[in-house]
């Protein structure tokens, strides 16, 4: 037993032979993410419908990569197209497995620096806004937090007590 089972626009599902047995993978091309800070240290985030959380989130600007497309190139082409804002620079923050219990999907997390533009909802988001990271923190006590953004935040925070400078 072995191959693909499924073959999406997004996703495919293959069927694996392990020495515990049979596993389902969802093979996914990665994404990237962008950290983006106003001066008071409040993350940008975006209200994005998610139909596999049955709800809207609030998350950073995120995105699939392209074919041929870099993790930077997504990061820069998602922020633009969800908020109409560009960064002189991305500093990358890491790059995370989200589910790796079935999942080889990677997503890139970069922080902006140079921040240029007017952030305004574009594409499939619905709104735009800057919350403060304890905010953040109430919206996934609640179980309403994303992955990506606890990550990209609590990376921001490591490499802060590092001593390396943003």
Do not use: C
């Not at 191959?3 to 069927?15: A, D, E, K, P, T």
């Not at 996914?28 to 809207?56: F, T």
């Not at 574009?122 to 919350?131: F, G, H, T």
Request: aromatic letters at 4%.
């Amino acid at each position: 037993m072995g191959g693909y089972v499924f073959r999406g626009r997004l996703i495919s599902v293959r069927v694996r032979q392990t020495p515990r047995g049979p596993r389902e993978v969802v093979e996914h091309p990665g994404a990237a993410a962008v950290l983006v800070l106003d001066r008071q240290g409040r993350v940008l985030v975006v209200r994005q419908p998610r139909e596999a959380a049955g709800k809207a989130l609030w998350e950073i600007p995120a995105g699939k990569l392209e074919p041929g497309e870099t993790p930077e190139e997504a990061a820069r082409r998602e922020l633009l197209e969800e908020t109409g804002l560009a960064a002189n620079n991305l500093v990358p923050l890491g790059a995370i497995y989200p589910t790796p219990g079935y999942s080889n999907e990677v997503i890139h997390l970069f922080l902006a620096q140079g921040v240029a533009g007017g952030a305004e909802a574009r594409a499939e988001i619905s709104q735009v806004r800057y919350l403060a990271p304890r905010e953040l923190r109430v919206l996934a006590q609640a179980g309403e937090g994303d992955g990506k953004t606890l990550a990209a935040l609590a990376l921001l925070k490591l490499r802060d007590q590092s001593g390396q400078e943003l």
